[in-house]
């Protein structure tokens, strides 16, 4: 399964309209959605079916026995967090701050603390014909970065094939993005003429440099600030990273996400200019298979 990863940087530029576009135009039989914590992906590309679902579990939580609680309060003194409170001089856990780096447990005089597996998301694959793989992690919870990995565990299980997978990375350079990175054979980066979406282009161009994953760039809304497009463009050529397209501003971009559409099925300026980037990018993505 060769792999196609969607990035963005930062959110709202456009990212998973792009990879759903894609997701159509392909016709693929493969795809995933690595937004863990606000999966949105579902909402123009979920296949008719229903989804296996399967409790993830991810960082251990630390429970307290009370009838070995001994009251030495060691475990609030020392955990990093705050997440022990002293509650009438009683330790009580806040599992939503405990990071579960077991600390409290490993000091505790009495052993009347111990690490408990704790359900931290969903993961949810549509097994049909195509295959979608996505999760939803627990509010509050950590190891995203994880979750991402068991996504694409899951949209790789059992299945030996040279096809192309749309991956729907997560915005943001944190361990989702990463994670999402991990055995790519391309990134297409969606980025916006602002300064935050030049700012995080240039950190997610240098985290892909990093993993040596091969990246483009594609400029949406291009036509909000015509500067800053140049700017994008100049610092892409600068590091020999091909500008794909650009994709102006259209107001039915969301008149079709909300009719839980792909910007492709409708008539309109932004859907022409994807199509017009999806040729462009396949063309590079199999360009670097030979």
Do not use: W
């Not at 296996?52 to 009251?71: F, P």
């Not at 091909?242 to 932004?270: H, L, Q, W, Y």
């Amino acid at each position: 399964m060769r792999q196609l990863l969607i990035l963005s940087g930062k959110g709202g530029t456009g990212k998973t309209t792009v990879a759903s576009a894609f997701i159509k135009l392909l016709n693929a039989k493969y795809y995933a959605d690595c937004d863990v914590e606000a999966p949105n992906l579902d909402i123009t590309s979920t296949p008719n079916t229903k989804p296996k679902s399967e409790d993830y579990y991810g960082l251990k939580i630390a429970h307290i026995n009370y009838d070995n609680c001994v009251g030495c309060m060691k475990c609030f003194e020392k955990c990093n967090f705050d997440a022990i409170k002293n509650v009438n001089g009683k330790p009580v856990i806040n599992e939503f701050s405990c990071e579960g780096c077991g600390l409290c447990a490993y000091i505790c005089p009495a052993n009347a603390i111990h690490m408990e597996e704790c359900v931290n998301g969903e993961t949810l694959t549509y097994d049909a014909n195509p295959r979608f793989a996505t999760a939803k992690l627990r509010m509050g919870s950590g190891a995203s970065g994880k979750l991402v990995s068991k996504v694409k565990e899951n949209l790789r299980s059992g299945i030996i094939t040279d096809d192309i997978a749309i991956i729907d990375g997560a915005p943001g350079l944190g361990c989702p993005v990463i994670a999402s990175m991990s055995g790519v054979d391309m990134s297409l980066i969606v980025t916006e003429p602002t300064l935050s979406g030049i700012s995080d282009l240039e950190r997610i161009i240098a985290a892909a440099a990093f993993f040596e994953v091969k990246c483009a760039v594609c400029i949406n809304k291009y036509d909000i600030n015509l500067e800053n497009t140049k700017k994008i463009k100049k610092y892409c050529d600068s590091l020999g990273i091909k500008v794909i397209g650009t994709i102006p501003f259209d107001e039915k971009v969301n008149s079709a996400i909300n009719n839980r559409m792909s910007v492709v099925d409708i008539d309109c300026k932004a859907g022409e200019a994807i199509k017009s980037i999806f040729k462009d990018t396949i063309k590079i993505f199999n360009e670097k298979e030979k």
